[in-house]
């Protein structure tokens, strides 16, 4: 369905402007477009495109038009055409810290909110979203980040990956850094509490799903001092 078939619709829509909002505000706009019917919406307006709710939001059923309404002024329509239920469906992390960077310069946030959409989302990339999740866990640890590895880490295990890659991954990470870096910095940081969790899980027979669930309630916003290097 096109925005031309429901933009009659978007004057009934609520908006909610976030352009002034600080801290983690997503899962109240989640809840909020959870509990839309099909047929409803909402207009979200932001200082920048916020292509990060995009992948969310359509997961859920909905269907989005942005407009441009001033400079540092986005107004984006989102329609809801269909229920979807994305319970255990989605990435378990959102890239929240990006929120930060409008406080500083609102040009700084357009740049990295449009570099993250490149980077990530964008057509161009050649290799598998999966793939990259897997070496951004790499640089990350090989850069001492522990908390951002465990968290692509997560990811990857929520897109499937299979707990022997993670296997090989760490073998790599003890042959590249060193038995030495290996036992005193990645042995009991937050990626390899993450790492364990999983391996501990599977081994008891726990579904994907609930092991995901147990990741997130520790290495999330809840608990933001895991990990923390």
């Excluded at 406080?103 to 290799?127: C, M, P, Q």
Aim: proline share 4%.
């Amino acid at each position: 369905m096109s925005y031309e078939n429901w933009k009659d619709k978007t004057t009934g829509f609520e908006k909610i402007d976030v352009r002034q909002l600080q801290g983690n505000f997503f899962p109240g706009l989640k809840k909020k477009a959870e509990s839309l019917k099909a047929g409803e919406g909402l207009v979200i307006i932001q200082r920048f495109e916020p292509h990060p709710l995009y992948e969310v939001f359509e997961k859920m059923g909905f269907e989005y038009h942005t407009e441009e309404i001033a400079e540092n002024e986005f107004h984006v329509f989102f329609y809801r055409s269909e229920v979807i239920d994305t319970d255990g469906g989605e990435s378990p992390f959102r890239p929240i810290a990006l929120l930060n960077y409008p406080l500083i310069d609102e040009d700084l946030g357009k740049i990295a909110v449009d570099f993250w959409n490149v980077t990530w989302k964008s057509k161009k990339r050649s290799l598998p979203y999966e793939m990259r999740l897997l070496l951004s866990l790499t640089n990350a640890a090989g850069a001492g980040r522990m908390r951002q590895a465990s968290r692509e880490l997560i990811k990857a295990y929520a897109c499937g990956v299979d707990t022997a890659v993670f296997d090989d991954i760490f073998e790599l990470l003890a042959w590249n850094q060193g038995i030495g870096y290996f036992s005193s910095e990645i042995g009991p940081s937050a990626l390899f509490q993450a790492y364990k969790m999983i391996k501990a899980g599977e081994k008891r027979g726990k579904s994907r799903k609930e092991i995901l669930d147990s990741l997130t309630e520790k290495f999330g916003e809840k608990n933001p001092e895991v990990g923390v290097q």
